[in-house]
């Protein structure tokens, strides 16, 4: 069955750098999401992409945070000054279709967790 | 903004047991998820539902859109469905993917 790819499984970076999480979709997906969970909490969304722009974000998604489909299977989230509360599982999901009407399964990538020293 | 709340937030069984976790929300709704979190970290999807009842397996879902409530359930638990549940739904007037999570059900099931 296809899956969700995310790379690093593990990151650890110095605060003030930048960072880029790495996400490969399954290949037929057309809607993509970044999420996070800090340890112990709930998992959070943070933003959906859809044909080359961002469709929705929510409050975390400030500007230090970008995401980019810089090819046709890669799907990339960037930190660009990160902070220690930036210390998170990051994880990639993707689905074939959107909306009220045509609803279809999540697929999640295994994480990055992300450790900001 | 919708609510999630699950109950109960951690539940211990013997192999073999009838497991039910609920999920309650406080906004209409057009579709929700039952997802698992393994030890690991992973996140599986395993239901969306917007009526009825689904199963897949010994896993059964089912949604009361009426009530606002959803409950996830396993026949026959077993050591290998420990995990962690998570029921999620979409934020109001949101995309598919656009989910509040609930805080998750820590399930351990004992040999």
């Known amino acids: 069955e296809p899956e969700v790819t995310q790379t690093p499984s593990h990151q650890v970076t110095q605060m003030g750098q930048e960072v880029i999480l790495r996400c490969v979709p399954i290949?037929?997906?057309?809607?993509f999401y970044w999420y996070r969970q800090i340890l112990g909490q709930k998992v959070e969304f943070l933003v959906s992409f859809y044909n080359n722009e961002i469709s929705e974000k929510s409050e975390i998604f400030d500007d230090q945070f970008s995401v980019e489909r810089p090819d046709g299977s890669n799907f990339t989230l960037k930190i660009r000054s990160t902070k220690l509360e930036d210390s998170a599982m990051y994880f990639c999901?993707?689905?074939?279709?959107?909306?009220?009407?045509?609803?279809?399964?999540?697929?999640f990538g295994n994480g990055t967790r992300l450790t900001v020293t | 903004k919708n609510e999630v709340e699950q109950s109960p937030q951690n539940l211990t069984a013997q192999e073999g047991e009838f497991i039910t976790i609920n999920c309650s929300y406080s906004v209409g709704i057009s579709a929700l998820h039952w997802l698992q979190q393994h030890p690991g970290g992973g996140i599986v999807s395993l239901f969306m539902?917007?009526?009825g009842k689904k199963k897949h397996g010994r896993l059964i879902a089912t949604i009361n859109i009426q009530e606002k409530h959803s409950s996830l359930h396993i026949t026959a638990s077993h050591p290998r469905d420990s995990a962690v549940y998570i029921c999620a739904v979409p934020f109001y007037g949101g995309s598919q993917g656009n989910l509040i999570f609930g805080k998750g059900t820590k399930l351990s099931v004992k040999p």
């Open positions: 539902l917007s009526s």
């Open positions: 999901a993707s689905s074939l279709r959107s909306g009220s009407f045509f609803y279809s399964p999540l697929h």
């Open positions: 290949s037929n997906h057309l809607y």
